[in-house]
């Protein structure tokens, strides 16, 4: 169980004592904006010294009653946790978690996500709704009653807008005979969503608290993560903010410990040829899942295709737009050459967004956990995102929807959903949207 520092100090107590760390230990010699990928796609950046864009997030969180400069706002705003600056600060400090720090205050101050977490609280809710039946979406969604486990599986909220992969990682877990219980959605956040996106650290911290606390209700040996975003804001961002009773892991770190007892089970050849896709912010997570892939038989991993920041999507390669769009449109270019039977997506937002790009351009996406699976003989989880991807007739996508909306408690009026169902599979609230799904003022 989760054992608290007494007193404890709330998130804005902790912060600002990381702040006055960083102000002592960062001489501001800029090392980290020389390495930083994101800085020769974006010209602001790129015009400034090094060492002057360093100041400014610095000059910024001393004084933030004046605007942070320029130069120093994009390139806070366009951190995609690529994690290249940290081996090289001669400092040892991480500007990762300096930047993330930042972002909290320049959410604070400028408010561009409005009630983000209640928006995507109740788009999550609609969409995992749209997809899988009342057992199934109770076992991502709902708070579980305590018990003793070795394991906690901690989904985090956004994966669960793509169950199967979720579900094909319980069926590896199931295999392995693994006594676990599943924490995740909206009602069990990390807690970045309020402190980073919403500047509100008051709530963050409470939120992050509590979720750490429910964690330690079961007892477990181990919390495994899926999410990046929850294990670097946990982590990373906010470590030791509270002291907790049990390793907190990536899930593929775990298989990787029984990588034997995976290899016994592993009895069914999966005959062909794949591209894997990684991230460098994630360095060790995409290793270990190459690793994993090596040992089913008939598998063969043709190339690894690494790309910045730490996942696909808008809270990581996104927030560098020219970064990101040069990167991928060189992955579809490889994957359209041929030569391989598919494209294997390693995160939940990675997987949304190549399928997306697979569908358009003419070749397969699969998830690391389908190939699991199959090596396992069994089948993995459809895809229930398929049947909507691509499609504009929104009003037809509701009336097929319907019975698993109304199954699942959803009672929306059906012009209205179809109104704003672009926006959730946008993930909108991200960008500031989604107004409709706001708290009224």
Known sequence: METLHNPAPSLGEYVAHSWNELFDSCTRCGKCVEVCPVVPFAAQIAAAPPAAVVAGVLDFMRDSGQPMRAESAAWTV???????????????????RMLMLANAEVSAKTQPTPHMFQKMARAIRILVSMQVIPEDAARLLRLKKARDVDVVFFTGCNPVRTPQLLFNAMTVLDALGVNYEVMGGPASCCGVIHSKWEGDLQRGGKVSEQTLHRFGTFKPKKVLNWCPSCNIHLTETIKDYRSVEFDFDHITKFL?????QLRQLFTTPVNERVIVHTHHGMHQVGQDVLRLLRAIPGLTIVEELEEPGYMCGVSSAERAPALKAHVRAQTIERCRQGGVD???????????????????????????????????????????????????????????????LEA????????????VLPEIFAMAEWKGGLCSFAPQE
Do not use: W
Request: hydrophobic share 35%; charged share 30%.
């Open 78 to 96: 366009q951190c995609n946790g690529c994690d290249k600056c940290i081996p090289a600060c001669p400092e040892n400090i991480n500007p990762r």
């Open 256 to 260: 990787i410990e029984r990588e034997d």
């Open 342 to 404: 598919a494209l294997v997506s390693l995160y939940h937002a990675c997987h949304r967004q190549l399928a997306a790009d697979g569908k358009a351009h003419g070749f397969r996406v699969v998830n690391f956990t389908d190939l699991l699976v199959r090596a396992l003989g069994l089948e993995p989880c459809a895809d229930t995102l398929e049947p909507f991807r691509g499609r504009t007739d929104y009003r037809e996508i509701v009336r097929e929807a319907t019975p698993l």
């Open 408 to 419: 699942n408690g959803i009672d929306m009026d059906p012009d209205e959903l179809a109104k």
